[in-house]
């Protein structure tokens, strides 16, 4: 079974949304540590609240980024973590941490990259005005938003539409796709060839790749498998 560190700093819905996944067996995971920069997130409390080990400390009380990332790979150490899930974990890592657990540490991140990086990239698709918006899920490298995409989800941008609307669309998606990908990871289904991370088969049928988001089409590739 696949030890996973989730690292978090804010409400935690793709946190909550793998757990769920995970208790209900569709996961061969179990979440190992939950780690934090802001103590008071709620996705502190939901980890908790589930018996989930926790490590939540302020980078401000660190002297560097270097520092505090250590620190968490200290902590992710005994704990005998395995890969690490990004879930709204709003800081960089340091280079340090990406070289420990390289080509073990996934992310998702609301555009269909690699469009639209950064921190706001759902609200700067809307803004620029694009028809489809969407998710992406990816191994993290060193440059931001970088890495190789495991699935992407699209979903359409509406004229009405503000930042809100459209992200709650793509939330919806991110809540499936996310968990699908680490149960594609944990089952070793995953190979990175240079950019392309090709997906092996499964024992189960996929599921079709057009699925609804907030009672609108998406299209999922690659397609959901049952249960996701």
Known sequence: MLRIAVLVSGKGSNFKAILEHITAGRINAEVALLLSNVPAAPAVAIAREAGIPVWAKSHKDFPSRAAFDEAMLDAMRESGVDAVILAGYMRLLSPGFIRAYRG????????????????????????????LAGCTVHFVVEDLDAGPV???????????DDTPTLMRRIHSLEHRVYPQAIAWFAENRLVAEGRVVRLLPGVDEPAVAAVIADGLPALVHPPLERGF
């Open 150 to 160: 495991i699935i992407q989800a699209a979903v359409p941008v509406r004229d009405q």
């Open 104 to 131: 073990k540490i996934l992310n998702i991140h609301p555009s269909l990259l690699p469009a639209f990086s950064g921190v706001s990239g759902g609200a700067d698709a809307r803004d620029y005005g694009v028809k």
